[in-house]
């Protein structure tokens, strides 16, 4: 029985860009009182995403796109797509809002000018808001006190956030690119750290992570260690080792973190729990 008092992670999708055994990288932050969807992944296959993990579309009010590459943004345009029948029919209480920085604004506006019913795209601004959020912004998001970041990223604009939860623990997701230090006030000492792991170290001469901006397993773990992390969550990897990537991830990151490490499969859920 789920504890409805604990916040808790639901992966919807933890590969990377081109995976096709696994959904791309997007999850939803439940906490007591509301949640928040993070990225959509790059298609319609968020829709099936959520009824698999039997998350209702009319619970889902907030989402926060981290950047306007297709395997993040992607999906957004189909929630929205999804959600303005909904209010429309009574079915959502509405709004949905989603909070992105100024050029995913830009992407999805965009976007929905030209790919969605007319309909559905006049309901921006009405019923669907695209929030533009600034670096080290608080907003109010149900029962939790997020703030977003620019995570430093020398190619698109990316914002991570970090999340006060109703009990006091921190969870801070850092986006899909290598550390940068003015992540740092967010991400140091956080009970809950969400970070990507392209690939093993051992097989960065295969995948190629750092000329793609993207770091390894053994990377994340010797930085959540660094920033005295409690819990360290990898996602956001290669899909060609999934029957043993939690296992082998989590070796390679417990080499420098002591910590509790998580490496988690589509859909898989678990409680934010001290």
């Excluded at 619970?59 to 590459?69: A, N």
């Excluded at 969400?194 to 000329?211: G, I, S, T, V």
Aim: glycine share 8%; with cysteine.
């Amino acid at each position: 029985m789920t504890d409805q008092n604990t916040s808790r992670v639901t992966m919807l999708g933890t590969g990377n860009a081109m995976c096709v055994n696994c959904y791309n990288t997007c999850f939803y932050l439940r906490s007591p009182r509301g949640g928040m969807l993070v990225d959509g992944g790059g298609g319609n296959g968020i829709l099936q995403q959520l009824l698999k993990a039997k998350i209702p579309f009319e619970h889902i009010r907030h989402m926060f796109v981290t950047h306007s590459h297709t395997d993040h943004i992607m999906g957004a345009i189909w929630m929205m797509r999804k959600i303005s029948p909904l209010i429309f029919k009574g079915k959502h209480k509405g709004p949905f809002t989603i909070y992105c920085n100024d050029e995913v604004k830009h992407a999805l506006y965009t976007m929905g000018q030209l790919m969605i019913p007319d309909k559905i795209f006049n309901s921006i601004g009405q019923t669907i808001f695209l929030q533009e959020v600034h670096d080290s912004e608080q907003v109010e998001i149900d029962d939790m006190q997020v703030t977003f970041f620019d995570i430093g990223s020398t190619r698109f604009k990316q914002y991570g956030f970090s999340a006060e939860l109703p009990d006091g623990q921190r969870l801070v997701c850092l986006g899909d690119e290598p550390y940068s230090v003015q992540s740092e006030p967010y991400a140091r000492g956080c009970d809950w750290l969400m970070c990507e792991a392209f690939c093993l170290y051992k097989d960065r001469f295969a995948f190629n992570p750092y000329e793609k901006n993207h770091s390894t397993a053994l990377d994340a773990g010797m930085l959540a260690q660094d920033l005295g992390v409690k819990n360290l969550v990898l996602y956001h990897t290669e899909d060609t080792h999934l029957d043993t990537r939690a296992a082998t991830y989590s070796a390679e990151a417990a080499q420098y973190f002591k910590g509790n490490i998580l490496v988690p499969a589509d859909l898989e859920s678990f409680p934010l729990a001290r």
